[in-house]
């Protein structure tokens, strides 16, 4: 489980994906005052150079961040409007880069710190022995970091101890690699703890879109976690290329249960846009489905 680091994918149009739903999701729950604590399941480093390291050799950048960038450039020397939910998710990222010359790219913990209020608390959970210990340093410079806790522990043990957090709004972010395929099962078994804990708690989980059984069938398995508990979801993909053998990821998901209704329809603006901009081939494609409780 030790082989898998974040940073092979930093920039990927997974990450694009995960990281622009989850912007979103914080910045509604942000609209009441009250406190409100999220968990990142996962944390790695942080945050990652991409012109250097493990980024540098799989160059996932180059189709994902990159390739957006190029295209949110293209868009506004043309007056196209790029749309308000990429937009925000690239302020995210420009934020880390001067001049907008990407670098580097913040993962989870960076774009969750940074959106910190005062009143809000960050967990974070990384079981790498050497990325807790980059997560650590990387931490420590921001000047959120007296409000961020990090924990060199198993998240899905821990999890259920967490929630209800104190004031009882919580977001939790679940994205392990699931290169051990006991991941999905530990997905399915932290939900249902979770859930049965802290029912109105906002839960954002993301996983790869494979052809490993484990993996078709985890969104269908939320659903009925969702059902069980009478939950409200919304379910979405992208998928930049359908190319049978190529081994690099090619489609990503997000399965969230109890969504802001505001969250729908930032994805239908966000995610055709996303296609024309990420798109290896004819057969991109997203999805994006709901159901109310």
Not at 16 to 44: C, F, M, N, R, S
Not at 165 to 192: F, N
Request: net charge neutral; glycine share 6%.
């Amino acid at each position: 489980m030790f082989s898998y680091r974040h940073a092979f994918h930093a920039g990927s149009h997974a990450d694009i994906l995960k990281h622009l739903t989850l912007i979103h999701l914080v910045e509604y729950l942000q609209e009441k005052p009250g406190a409100l604590t999220i968990v990142d399941t996962h944390a790695g480093a942080g945050i990652y150079s991409l012109m250097d390291g493990f980024a540098a050799v799989s160059k996932e950048a180059d189709s994902g961040i990159f390739r957006l960038v190029k295209f949110a450039q293209e868009c506004k020397s043309s007056g196209k409007d790029i749309g308000k939910g990429i937009q925000d998710y690239l302020d995210h990222i420009f934020a880390e880069n001067p001049q907008e010359q990407i670098t580097v790219y913040p993962g989870s913990p960076f774009i969750l710190a940074r959106l910190l209020r005062a009143q809000d608390r960050l967990k974070l959970f990384e079981l790498h022995p050497k990325e807790i210990d980059i997560l650590r340093h990387n931490v420590h410079q921001l000047k959120q970091a007296k409000q961020i806790d990090i924990y060199a522990e198993d998240s899905f043990v821990r999890l259920k101890g967490l929630v209800p957090p104190p004031s009882r709004r919580g977001l939790v972010l679940i994205d392990p690699s699931y290169e051990d395929k006991q991941d999905y099962r530990h997905v399915e078994t932290a939900m249902e703890e979770a859930l049965q804990r802290f029912a109105t708690g906002c839960y954002a989980i993301w996983y790869p879109v494979l052809s490993r059984r484990e993996a078709a069938a985890l969104p269908d398995r939320m659903k009925k976690i969702a059902a069980n508990h009478k939950r409200p979801w919304l379910h979405t993909e992208l998928r930049v290329e359908n190319a049978p053998g190529e081994r690099r990821l090619q489609a990503s998901g997000m399965f969230v249960i109890n969504p802001p209704w505001t969250l729908e329809k930032n994805l239908s603006e966000a995610l055709p846009t996303l296609v024309r901009a990420l798109r290896q081939g004819d057969d991109a494609e997203y999805l994006l489905k709901s159901f109310e409780s």
